[in-house]
């Protein structure tokens, strides 16, 4: 019986002499030798999507945390301990202004032991883009981790990157007139000007569709637009041309064409090939035309001053 109180005793004057041992050492020898606290991150890689585009999609990443400690001196002190689990803080390091990033919660608490947990602690790291991000831009992501010291236990950090591509982000302005009257085979212009808030220089395809028979048509099928995100003009103008007819008679007619107008990100066909917007356009022809009438007119005028021209002659 004196053998084993003698014996507890001895554990106990131990664990105190290597708390107070703690207690004095320096922190980095601390640290390295008797009383390491670890943090262990890891995410679910599939969570990762190929490209997050702005203003629409939230990317939500799994995040898992585990802590352990080591050092010759745990193993004796942590049964000893009141506390049972570690508050571990989670964070985020600065990011680009265009991208949010949160984690939640904010903080977890693993429990306090030598061996990792079976099933770690869980948080959501959430992920956005305003519309300014820069598209197909890699960017790395820090979640940082830590805890405080809980002596003679050391304070501990981790930190883990995720790595996230934007996407791309498409919205157009267009302004333009939708109503204009011209004479019979004249020729009127619609000015289309474009304001883009993509965050990538644009590729835009216009198309008329189906134009009214006897109609002459004409625009700009290809137009290529800078981009703010990337400090460029992101302003220009099309113009869109369309003829009367110019068949003899009277005209009173009223048209209506369509133009479809398709974006897509330059240089990467693939995205936003389905961004389509239709632009409408209205005219009206109205007045009378004598198609080839005019030569014969030219003609007979001319014959006319030919035979004024000739009498005169004779009568001198």
């Not at 109180?5 to 131990?14: I, L, Q, S, Y």
């Not at 190929?50 to 995040?63: G, H, N, Y």
């Amino acid at each position: 019986m004196k053998k084993f109180r003698a014996m507890k005793a001895g554990v106990v004057m131990g664990i105190l002499l290597i708390g107070l041992f703690a207690a004095f050492m320096p922190t980095s020898t601390a640290a390295s030798g008797l009383f390491q606290g670890n943090i262990e991150l890891t995410y679910d890689v599939d969570d990762v999507p190929s490209t997050i585009r702005p203003e629409s999609d939230i990317a939500r990443i799994d995040l898992y945390i585990n802590h352990f400690a080591s050092g010759l001196g745990s193993k004796f002190v942590i049964p000893f301990f009141n506390a049972n689990t570690v508050p571990i803080e989670l964070s985020v390091s600065d990011t680009p202004e265009w991208l949010t990033v949160s984690v939640a919660p904010g903080v977890v608490y693993p429990k306090l032991g030598m061996e990792k947990a079976e099933f770690p602690e869980h948080a959501i790291v959430s992920i956005s883009l305003t519309p300014n991000a820069p598209a197909f831009q890699t960017q790395s992501i820090e979640i940082v981790a830590t805890h405080n010291a809980i002596p003679p236990i050391q304070s501990a950090m981790n930190k883990i990157p995720i790595e996230i591509k934007s996407g791309y982000y498409s919205n157009y302005q267009y302004e333009y007139p939708t109503f204009k009257e011209i004479g019979a085979g004249e020729t009127v212009t619609f000015p289309i000007n474009i304001k883009g808030y993509s965050n990538a220089r644009s590729r835009i395809i216009f198309e008329v569709v189906d134009p009214a028979e006897g109609w002459s048509t004409s625009i700009n099928t290809e137009f290529f637009l800078g981009t703010t995100a990337l400090g460029e003009d992101a302003t220009g103008t099309v113009n869109f041309m369309i003829q009367s007819p110019l068949d003899f008679g009277y005209h009173n007619e009223v048209q209506q064409f369509n133009v479809r107008v398709k974006t897509m990100a330059a240089g990467h066909p693939d995205e936003g090939i389905d961004n389509t917007t239709l632009l409408q356009f209205t005219v009206r022809s109205r007045g009378f035309s004598t198609p080839g009438f005019e030569v014969t007119f030219t003609v007979v005028a001319l014959m006319a001053v030919i035979v004024i021209y000739r009498k005169k002659r004779k009568i001198v």
